[in-house]
């Protein structure tokens, strides 16, 4: 069994946390309200100029063309790959024939043959690696493709909300 001394000890406690509680929140409010009085402020209106549409559009303009040199680039990098990758193919059968051809006739291999096909191995992660430029130049304008099209859409957005705002605008034409 708790002796009554106990509980009327816990009970008193809990009165004091409670009253302190209660008066840390009222403190905590006073404060909040000297620090953000409930003041009447004017509305702000702020309105669309055609500066603003020509910014957008400007802004849009510039990320469209920011991705088409990337997809120009990342195309050229693709076609160099490929060309690389078939002239280091063709290499490669060439030496291929040769090591073959001095196997039937049972002659050494020559330096020269193996200089050629380190060079056809160099030449193939020459096209291997132009692959992987053209696979990031591709990612980077897909990305700048995204840009340009959230781009297209805020400035006709923008054009909608200036012809609200100024129906009797020039660029309602």
Same mark, same amino acid.
């Given at each position: 069994?708790?002796?009554?001394?106990?509980?009327?000890?816990?009970?008193?406690?809990?009165?004091?946390?409670?009253?302190?509680?209660?008066?840390?929140?009222?403190? @905590?409010?006073?404060?909040?309200?000297?620090? @953000?009085?409930?003041?009447? @402020?004017?509305?702000?209106?702020? $309105?669309?100029?055609?500066?603003?549409?020509?910014?957008?559009?400007?802004?849009?303009?510039? $990320?469209?063309?920011?991705? $088409?040199?990337?997809?120009?680039?990342?195309?050229?990098?693709?076609?160099?790959?490929?060309?690389?990758?078939?002239?280091?193919?063709?290499?490669?059968?060439?030496?291929?024939?040769?090591?073959?051809?001095?196997?039937?006739?049972?002659?050494?291999?020559?330096?020269?043959?193996?200089?050629?096909?380190?060079?056809?191995?160099?030449?193939?992660?020459?096209?291997?690696?132009?692959?992987?430029?053209?696979?990031?130049?591709?990612?980077?304008?897909?990305?700048?493709?995204?840009?340009?099209?959230?781009?297209?859409?805020?400035?006709?957005?923008?054009?909608?909300? @200036?012809?609200?705002?100024?129906?009797?605008?020039?660029?309602?034409?």
């Amino acid at each position: 069994m708790v002796d009554k001394r106990i509980q009327t000890g816990i009970l008193i406690c809990l009165a004091f946390l409670c009253a302190s509680v209660q008066s840390f929140s009222t403190l @905590h409010s006073l404060q909040l309200q000297r620090r @953000h009085p409930q003041q009447s @402020h004017p509305t702000s209106l702020f $309105l669309v100029t055609e500066d603003d549409v020509i910014k957008a559009v400007e802004e849009a303009e510039e $990320l469209w063309a920011k991705a $088409l040199e990337a997809r120009k680039t990342a195309n050229t990098l693709s076609d160099r790959a490929e060309e690389e990758a078939e002239a280091s193919s063709a290499r490669a059968k060439e030496v291929e024939a040769k090591i073959k051809d001095n196997n039937i006739s049972k002659t050494p291999i020559t330096m020269e043959t193996l200089a050629e096909g380190d060079a056809v191995a160099r030449s193939s992660l020459d096209a291997g690696n132009l692959v992987n430029r053209a696979l990031a130049a591709s990612a980077e304008a897909d990305q700048l493709l995204q840009l340009a099209e959230e781009a297209l859409e805020k400035s006709e957005t923008t054009l909608e909300q @200036h012809l609200i705002d100024f129906p009797d605008s020039a660029l309602a034409e």
